[in-house]
């Protein structure tokens, strides 16, 4: 095997300045939230009774039928430009159900306008949110509850407030360059303790091998639940046994100052090169077909 890489993919924050920048209004103000003690609760909430008084009839009953918990998690993923109105491109409502996906796209064209992040010279800024929300499901009366200030037991790595504080990440980074650094550093781990010619000996086809692996976070900043899907057993295996060397984390993830579970995923992805004699069978089978 020649080649063994990571994909990790990661929506990063980079800020291009040589002074701190200033703002005369610091965040996104929904309407009716100026005067708001927490302007990002009262967004929250604005925005889960704006989901609740929108949600169709047909998608509650089939959130009702469908959802196998009792709990609804949704997302809301909210880009705005400079003027305060939503780029409806780069944004989204999502429910994790197949049957829901892509169901709640109408959504975004009756959300209201925001009142835009200002600058120091008043100029609009763009702004986005990521939302995690929580409806509970009640099934005697079929009727879907809004839940105030929702804390879900699972919170995904790329929408927890605080990420998991990874051994040599500093405390102090902000969230996207502690993402960021965290993922690097499993990336790093991965790399290094990978056993990068398990795959040859496998009688693996040549060309593109992934591995999916999963695990948790715990509440107490451990490693859990580790899941792998390969190709073959012996890859499964090996990712398993990579993961459970990660260390013990400094800090668990935490939203809105409580400690949750943080899912985490990442696919290895590696190249097995092509051997003299499989090249040769390969070439004699494409000779065979064209003659037929």
């Known amino acids: 095997m020649k080649y063994i ?10 800020t291009f300045s040589q002074s701190k920048p200033e703002y005369n209004r610091e ?4 309407p009716g939230c100026q005067s708001a003690e927490d302007l990002e609760l009262c967004f929250e909430d604005k925005v889960l009774q704006f989901i609740d008084s929108s949600l169709t009839k047909s998608i509650k009953t089939k959130i009702i039928r469908y959802s196998k918990k009792d709990t609804l ?8 430009n400079e003027e305060g109105d939503l780029i409806k491109k780069m944004s989204g409502f999502h429910i994790y159900m197949d049957s829901l996906k892509n169901e709640l796209n109408y959504l975004e064209d009756s959300f209201p306008k925001v009142l835009p992040v200002l600058d120091k010279y008043d100029n609009g800024v763009a702004d986005y949110k990521n939302l995690l929300l929580g409806f509970k499901i009640n099934r005697a009366d079929s009727t879907i509850i809004p839940i105030k200030n929702y804390i879900p037991k699972d919170v995904p790595f ?13 405390p102090s980074l902000p969230q996207e360059a502690a993402r960021k650094c965290m993922s690097n550093a499993i990336g790093r781990h991965v790399l290094q303790n990978f056993n990068t010619n398990l795959a040859s000996t496998l009688n693996l086809p ?7 692996v999963g695990f948790k976070i715990d509440k107490d900043a451990k490693v859990v639940n580790i899941l792998t899907r390969a190709p073959h057993p012996a890859l499964e295996k090996e990712a398993k046994r990579v993961i459970k060397l990660l260390p013990q984390l400094e800090s668990p993830g935490m939203q809105k100052g409580k400690a949750v579970n943080v899912p985490y ?3 290895i992805t590696f190249n097995i090169a092509e051997t003299a004699a499989q090249r040769k069978e390969r070439k004699r089978l494409k000779r065979k077909k064209r003659k037929e």
């Open 5 to 14: 890489y990571l994909c990790l993919f990661l929506f990063s924050s980079f």
């Open 73 to 80: 998690d949704l997302s809301a993923n909210l880009f705005f």
């Open 27 to 30: 965040k996104a103000i929904f």
């Open 265 to 267: 995923g990442l696919p």
């Open 206 to 212: 040549s060309g593109v091998i992934r591995i999916y």
């Open 158 to 170: 790329s929408l927890v407030e605080q990420v998991p504080v990874y051994p040599g990440c500093a």
